[in-house]
């Protein structure tokens, strides 16, 4: 997440400052200060949808000792469906950095339970249903302290969040139940993106120089991964990636990529060798055509994409087949008013349909309500 130049996340305070800066400007900035907090450091200079969980697509739910059984609210979003343009903010992070991001990624539990990833701040915040305030989830002790965390999950089957502890090149279970239960999964990899599917299998996007590509792990006893998608150096053939960001994984196992530095998004059916472009693909751009750094992808029952199309500060729908998109949230230029976005990051939906919308630049999350259909 934090390794493509779309991620302009600290491009302003809440000010009147923002229209001073030119959007390529902070763009480049922001991409350049991050890569070396996030890549280069720790590297040494190597360089859902309305359903329990953005990063996969479950045919039903599977109730953890946590949450209530519930089917997927699948036909709430159609393709009409539209979202009150005037957000409210969720969740407003303080104190951070001139010139650092914070916020990241998330997901949402069957309860409604959201969990984000605050890179810079090196944690995870837990914010419940309709509670006012939130939770600071950090490392039970000195192994398991994060560091530039990028992505978080919940598993619903084992009751756990997984995340993505980029700066320590690892990825971590931690129960939801037994703070003394954590474990260290997969080690050595600069995770970006992450997602389960069906089956248990974690699928885990990279991005650093000499690779850029998507590899799936089997979380048994062997813990072996398998190429996806992508692999080598990056390109931006059908074959290839660059920069790929968030993942999201629909009830046919086929895997969707926000291919960041591509501008596209593209899927890639089980089981395929090459991939499709499903959005974008035709340069960075500001048309209904284009996509400009996209970030993260979700997919509803019907086919549809839902994109943070970050560098164009809007939220885009493109329906199954479509050679353009449609604008759902943003697109009112970067600025911090409740119908604007500034470089989104990240999305999602709970099981009501309201549309969920990390909104990087101005260091909030928002809440979109649904409007009825």
């Avoid at 499709?276 to 509803?300: E, H, I, K, R, W």
């Amino acid at each position: 997440m934090f390794n493509s130049p779309s991620l302009v996340r600290n491009q302003k305070k809440t000010s009147a400052n923002q229209g001073k800066i030119s959007c390529e400007h902070v763009h480049y900035k922001r991409c350049m200060l991050l890569l070396a907090c996030v890549i280069l450091i720790p590297i040494a200079i190597t360089v859902p949808m309305v359903l329990v969980n953005k990063k996969k697509a479950n045919s039903s739910t599977t109730p953890s000792s946590t949450s209530t059984t519930e089917a997927p609210l699948y036909n709430i979003i159609t393709n009409t469906t539209k979202w009150k343009q005037n957000g409210i903010t969720i969740f407003q992070a303080v104190d951070f950095d001139e010139g650092t991001g914070d916020l990241s990624s998330m997901d949402i539990d069957n309860n409604g339970t959201i969990y984000m990833a605050e890179t810079m701040k090196d944690r995870i915040i837990e914010i419940k249903f309709g509670e006012t305030g939130f939770s600071i989830i950090n490392g039970s002790d000195d192994v398991h302290q994060l560091f530039r965390p990028t992505d978080v999950i919940v598993d619903q089957k084992t009751d756990s969040i997984i995340i993505c502890d980029a700066g320590n090149r690892r990825i971590l279970r931690w129960s939801r139940q037994n703070i003394s239960n954590r474990e260290i999964v997969i080690s050595n990899v600069y995770c970006i993106g992450l997602a389960l599917d069906d089956d248990g299998y974690l699928y885990v996007s990279i991005s650093e120089l000499g690779k850029h590509e998507i590899r799936r792990w089997n979380l048994g006893i062997n813990r072996t991964s398998t190429l996806i998608a992508g692999g080598g150096t990056s390109e931006d053939h059908f074959a290839q990636l660059k920069m790929p960001n968030f993942l999201f994984i629909d009830e046919d196992y086929s895997l969707y990529v926000a291919d960041t530095q591509n501008h596209r998004v593209m899927k890639w059916r089980k089981n395929s060798k090459a991939g499709s472009c499903v959005a974008g693909g035709n340069g960075a751009g500001t048309n209904l055509t284009q996509l400009s750094y996209p970030t993260g992808v979700v997919v509803d029952h019907l086919g549809n994409i839902y994109i943070a199309d970050s560098n164009n500060n809007r939220i885009v729908r493109w329906i199954k087949g479509a050679n353009k998109g449609s604008i759902v949230a943003g697109g009112n230029g970067p600025g911090n008013g409740t119908d604007q976005l500034w470089a989104p990051y990240d999305l999602l939906f709970d099981k009501y349909g309201n549309l969920y919308v990390f909104d990087a630049g101005n260091h909030r999350l928002q809440k979109f309500f649904i409007e009825s259909n």
